[in-house]
């Protein structure tokens, strides 16, 4: 699975070469619905395809489904599927998420991607990650209070021979380019911000004995490194450290990412089910994030009292339409079909029958566009009763 940052959101809200097809589908990773993945994609692809040809060339039509194409044919990528899917793409760009919860099937072909159904994933407030890590291999996991999903390790090295070998690669291209000054050359540290792994002259491949304490320590940190420049840094997540307590104590005495939380999950985490992982690292978030609530609901009342603040849907929209909403709390489970005006951003509800967009979701976009905060809560976290509520930057 691929992390949904707020990073890779923001990039799917921008501009982009048109035309930019979005297509969701529910997925099944249990014998025998499973085999069904591969057909249901075909298929939508195929709708895809119909509303090209409404406005492009055959040729064309071709071009521009082609990675959705080298997707459908890869059948190593449909025999590990669960919960829903979300493919985008266009001329520059393609990009694929595996959901943690199914999405209805849908097919969008705009001048814009249809981002909605990532919108309030991405955003919801309880989401964190899991670093599950041993001496010999790393895997991360993202969720929330209802699951785990295992996401891709981008960027990280998943054991420690990869980690090792990688640090006497980048020592010999230091060594053949005669580089022995500045920051990456100072030998051993292991103090510093981000050191480098392997340096002062040790072996870059896993020891015994002494030797092999730096090992764990140099893979440690290699991990850190990437997990906060891949992962932390850009999804603003929590991370919850699950390893064995000898592990816990060396991690964190390498460890430079601040988004690391000191409390963490003890025990070997190759005998801990997903489940079970996301049980233990509930119980460490549940109640950060119910402070952190509730010091949004303070901030909010706060910021109402001195006029600065409101659950008014119509002046919401129109202030955020301009800007003026520097962060919104969003009811999880409220839908107000409806789209909001282009022009000056007011709302305009529909009948829910006839209606596909959804007021709330277009609200969030508009103010993510803006380079706001929003923050999608449970029901009882909304401070009114309009399913939404408004911090506005002046």
Not at 232 to 242: D, K, T
Not at 257 to 285: H, V, Y
């Amino acid at each position: 699975m691929r992390s949904l940052t707020a990073e890779k959101l923001a990039a799917l809200l921008a501009a982009h070469q048109a035309p930019c097809i979005s297509l969701y589908m529910p997925t099944s990773g249990s014998y025998p619905a499973a085999q069904q993945n591969h057909i249901h994609y075909k298929n939508l692809l195929g709708q895809a395809e119909d509303l090209l040809r409404q406005k492009y060339a055959g040729g064309a039509v071709h071009d521009f489904l082609a990675r959705f194409q080298q997707l459908r044919d890869d059948q190593l990528f449909w025999a590990h599927r669960q919960g829903g899917l979300a493919v985008l793409g266009c001329p520059d760009t393609f990009e694929v998420f595996d959901l943690p919860r199914a999405v209805p099937p849908l097919v969008v072909v705009s001048d814009s991607f249809h981002v909605k159904p990532l919108l309030r994933l991405a955003r919801t407030s309880d989401r964190f990650q899991v670093l599950c890590l041993t001496r010999s291999h790393v895997r991360l996991f993202e969720g929330d209070r209802d699951g785990l999903n295992e996401i891709d390790l981008e960027g990280v090295p998943p054991t420690m021979e990869e980690a090792l070998a990688a640090s006497q690669r980048r020592d010999d291209e230091r060594g053949m380019s005669g580089a022995t000054t500045g920051p990456e050359a100072v030998a051993g540290s292991v103090t510093g911000p981000f050191p480098q792994a392997g340096e002062g002259g040790q072996s870059k491949h896993p020891a015994k004995g002494n030797d092999s304490k730096l090992d764990g320590q140099r893979f440690f940190q290699a991990v850190d490194r990437a997990v906060w420049e891949h992962h932390s840094r850009p999804s603003g997540l929590p991370l919850i450290l699950a390893a064995l307590p000898v592990n816990q104590a060396l991690f964190r005495q390498v460890s430079h990412n601040t988004q690391l939380l000191p409390d963490g999950i003890e025990g070997d985490p190759d005998s801990f089910t997903a489940q079970q992982l996301c049980e233990a690292a509930w119980k460490i978030i549940e109640p950060r994030h119910q402070a952190q609530l509730e010091r949004w609901i303070d901030d909010y009342r706060v910021a109402r009292s001195r006029g600065k603040g409101s659950d008014n849907l119509e002046e919401v929209a129109r202030a955020a339409h301009i800007g003026r909403v520097g962060t919104l709390l969003l009811d999880a489970t409220r839908h107000i079909p409806g789209t909001l005006d282009p022009a000056d951003g007011s709302p305009h509800p529909a009948d829910r029958a006839a209606a596909s967009d959804d007021i709330l979701d277009d609200l969030g976009e508009t103010v993510l566009r803006q380079k706001g905060t929003v923050l999608v809560v449970p029901a009882e976290c909304v401070p009114s009763q309009t399913g939404l509520a408004a911090i506005f930057r002046y």
